[in-house]
C-alpha cells in the first residue's frame, strides 16, 4: 500500500491530519509506511496533483475521490466531512479498507 501525505509548512491543519493518520496506521496496518511530501511551490502543486494541504492519497487515489486540475494549488484543504483541514477517522478508515 503506498500511502502519500502532501502538505505545505504553514497550513495549520497538517500536523493534526498526518497524526491522526499515524494512530490509525499503527493501530491497523503496521506494514504501511508514509511518503510525506512537502509542497513549497505552485509548479510543485501541479506536478503532485496537490488539492490542499493536507492531502492523503492512498495507492494514488485521493481519500476524498477528489480530482480536478483547477483544483490544484499551493491552499489549505478542508474536508466536507468535518469541514476543517482534518479528514474524520472514518474516512480515512474506509480509503485504507478499499486500498487493501
Not at 502532501?6 to 497524526?19: I, N, R, T
Not at 503496521?30 to 493536507?54: D, M, N, V, Y
Not at 485521493?62 to 480536478?68: P, S, T
Amino acid at each position: 500500500m503506498k500511502i502519500e501525505f502532501l502538505y505545505f509548512k504553514d497550513c495549520p491543519g497538517h500536523e493534526s491530519a498526518l497524526a491522526l493518520l499515524e494512530q490509525i496506521l499503527s493501530d491497523s496496518y503496521t506494514a504501511a509506511s508514509i511518503e510525506k511530501i512537502e509542497i513549497t511551490t505552485p509548479e510543485l502543486a501541479i506536478q503532485h496533483r496537490f488539492l490542499g494541504s493536507p492531502s492523503i492519497r492512498i495507492n494514488g487515489k485521493d481519500i476524498e475521490g477528489r480530482e480536478k486540475a483547477s483544483e490544484y494549488g499551493l491552499k489549505c484543504r478542508i474536508y466536507q466531512d468535518t469541514w476543517t483541514g482534518v479528514p474524520s477517522e472514518a474516512m480515512l478508515c474506509k480509503a485504507l479498507q478499499e486500498a487493501e
